[in-house]
């Protein structure tokens, strides 16, 4: 014949267990007091309203112990309870505090209720299968509610990460635009958490280069970013600092990276203007540093800033050279070139060029002979040395351009 006992169920203990809340919440707040005292004040400021929260919390958690599981499993937490843990765990990382020690409060809530469960079950005979059932749903909540926690944490995370990058995102639009007056600035600056450098220079990596995109990535977390159609962009605070050149270049190696000049951070978009031109030099293959610092080029960009003028000093000045042979005119640059760069020294022509300083001689006659006395007039040498040291440029009216061969006639 079955006893009383036998037939106690977890449900039954739903009134003595809602009765003991008052003693679990204390024993629990006592426990903070030593290990969290934030949560303990928490707690005890909110008594009445947890009180109210965990009476319908218990139900629920007796009746998980009792699930069949051929039915549907009931619902641990209500919508609004996981809202409530979530919030909390948002508010922990908006107010940067770690959520470990919340966990651990949530735990050592969860050991107390435990002990209380039990004992109440124990008293009033509870089977053993049914008491498994308790503790399992016991850890269960504590487990879905810290698990509610943490994605709120991790949520606002996600989130805070997010709207920091647009923020920097946004300053750095406004450091390179032409609209960056004092007050715009500081308040970008105090929006994007971002620490005001007395000096800056822009890095510039063409959007296609999977290396650099990566390589990018790794710059300190001062640098700000941003991402435009046609470039990747960086901005990097005070990189003349001791050693601060030397790991940029070491960083950025591979990248294909251009480095803008180190200016003041109102003349950065004049900058970033110089680097954009050094990119289009890179990709005519005029340049070829990798990374490309384009203060160690400021007489390339001068240069090459407008080739259309190059191209005209290149025809006014070396005119005499055009109606050659090719071979004959390769020899002869070459030989100017050198002279010209070794201040008439022959003997460095021959060494540089690897020939017999008689050969210089013979070709220097030559030169007399095409140039007359533009060769020993300082302000033409200049002008020929300019002309020569950069290479041609990029147009079919350059007279030292290749010439087409001449088609045969039948």
């Given at each position: 014949m079955d006893t009383e006992e036998e037939?106690?169920?977890?449900?039954?203990?739903?009134?003595?267990?809602?009765?003991?809340?008052?003693?679990?919440?204390?024993?629990?707040?006592?426990?903070?007091?030593?290990?969290?005292?934030?949560?303990?004040?928490?707690l005890a400021a909110s008594f009445e309203e947890v009180l109210g929260a965990a009476e319908g919390f218990i139900a629920r958690l007796v009746a998980l112990a009792e699930w069949d599981p051929s039915t549907a499993a009931p619902q641990l937490a209500s919508g609004m309870e996981q809202a409530l843990f979530e919030e909390i765990g948002r508010i922990h990382h908006r107010q940067q505090r770690d959520v470990t020690p919340l966990l651990a409060a949530y735990r050592t809530g969860a050991a107390v209720a435990w002990r209380h469960v039990a004992d109440t079950a124990l008293e009033r005979g509870v089977p053993a299968e049914a008491l498994a059932g308790l503790a399992a749903a016991v850890f269960a909540a504590v487990d879905q509610l810290s698990c509610a926690s943490w994605r709120g944490y991790v949520q606002a995370q996600t989130a805070a990460g997010q709207d920091r990058d647009r923020l920097r995102a946004e300053l750095a639009e406004l450091l390179l635009s032409d609209r960056c007056d004092t007050a715009a600035l500081r308040a970008a600056v105090a929006r994007a958490g971002w620490s005001l450098p007395r000096q800056a220079a822009v890095v510039l990596i063409e959007p296609d280069n999977e290396v650099g995109r990566a390589l990018l990535n790794r710059l300190d977390d001062s640098c700000l970013r941003l991402r435009r159609p046609t470039m990747l962009v960086a901005i990097v605070p005070d990189p003349q600092g001791p050693g601060a050149r030397t790991r940029l270049a070491t960083t950025l190696r591979g990248a294909g990276a251009v480095v803008g000049a180190t200016v003041p951070l109102d003349r950065l978009p004049a900058s970033a203007g110089l680097a954009e031109h050094a990119v289009r030099l890179r990709q005519a293959q005029l340049l070829a540093d990798d990374p490309l610092f384009v203060d160690e080029h400021l007489d390339a960009m001068l240069v090459h800033h407008d080739d259309r003028l190059l191209a005209a000093l290149r025809r006014q000045y070396l005119a005499p050279l055009a109606a050659l042979p090719g071979p004959t005119r390769e020899r002869l640059l070459a030989t100017l070139t050198s002279w010209l760069v070794n201040m008439g020294n022959r003997k460095a022509v021959a060494e540089?060029?690897?020939?017999?300083?008689?050969?210089v001689r013979y070709?220097?006659?030559?030169?007399?002979?095409?140039?007359?006395?533009?060769?020993?007039?300082?302000?033409?040498?200049?002008?020929?040395?300019?002309?020569?040291?950069?290479?041609?440029?990029?147009?079919?009216?350059?007279p030292l351009a290749p010439r087409p061969e001449p088609r045969e006639h039948r």
């Open positions: 037939h106690i169920r977890p449900a039954d203990l739903v009134p003595a267990i809602v009765g003991r809340l008052p003693a679990i919440l204390t024993e629990v707040r006592e426990l903070l007091t030593r290990q969290q005292p934030e949560y303990a004040g928490f540089e060029l690897h020939v017999h300083p008689q050969t070709r220097l006659a030559q030169l007399r002979e095409l140039f007359g006395s533009t060769l020993e007039d300082p302000t033409a040498r200049s002008a020929l040395l300019l002309a020569l040291a950069w290479g041609p440029a990029v147009t079919e009216s350059d």
